[in-house]
């Protein structure tokens, strides 16, 4: 990153210093509360000796990386959305930071930069939690850190650049409720994709968190060939190239008069 990214930086760590409490029950308390009710109480009523549907193994080993990429893409998603908005036009600190010599392109990658801080965070801890859950197969787990940060950053970056061309929260309230919630509940994270109807299968394909889960499952269970890891991540990597272009696109029209 140039100097005055890392300013951009700076900026949102010191912002997290001072409201970090706020975030403790989502980073670790809320893993833990997922993966007890949904992993272990759920779990009981689901599993059976050779489960074919979940790769013969128990659900809280199938659910849990698929969590972990959709913890990642609802911390992507709030981190791109609100705090963007404040700062493009609430508290206008972006605003404020090109009265200086720092540009468009370091707002950018200073916020995103930001953002895959705090993806790895949240990542690591659910990790951590994972296994002390039992709930790994393989120590490729390790793994699925930069693939959770991968998926949330699939995310972050076009839903950022989505942000900045919003002039109220209304745009979020559509955000969520017709995407983010539908694809936590519908891109494998519950259950194998290929139990969808048959008419809602490919769109769960061409979705990055479908991408994330399928690779952070693999790497959890020690399953999947380096062919298949190469498409998921691929598929991540483009959205993500696209999401960082639109952004560089969509603040330059909004910040810039």
Known sequence: MTAPAVHVFEHRLVSYRRTFRGSLFSSFLQPALFLTAMGVGLGALVNRPGNA???GVSYLVFLAPGLLAGTAMQTAAFESTFPVMAAIRWVRSYVAMLATPIGVNDIVIGQLAWIAVRLT??????VAIMTLFGATHSPAILLAIPVAVLTGMAFSA???AFSATQENAEGFNMLFRFVINP???????????????????PIAYVTPLYHGVALARQLSLGTGTVSEAILHGGVLVAFVVVGVVACLITFRQRLVK
Do not use: E
């Open 53 to 55: 549907a979940l790769g």
């Open 121 to 126: 965070m949240v990542a690591t801890i659910f």
């Open 158 to 160: 076009p839903i950022a």
């Open 183 to 201: 694809l936590f509940l519908f891109s494998g994270t519950f259950f194998p994709v290929g139990q969808l109807p048959a008419l809602l299968q």
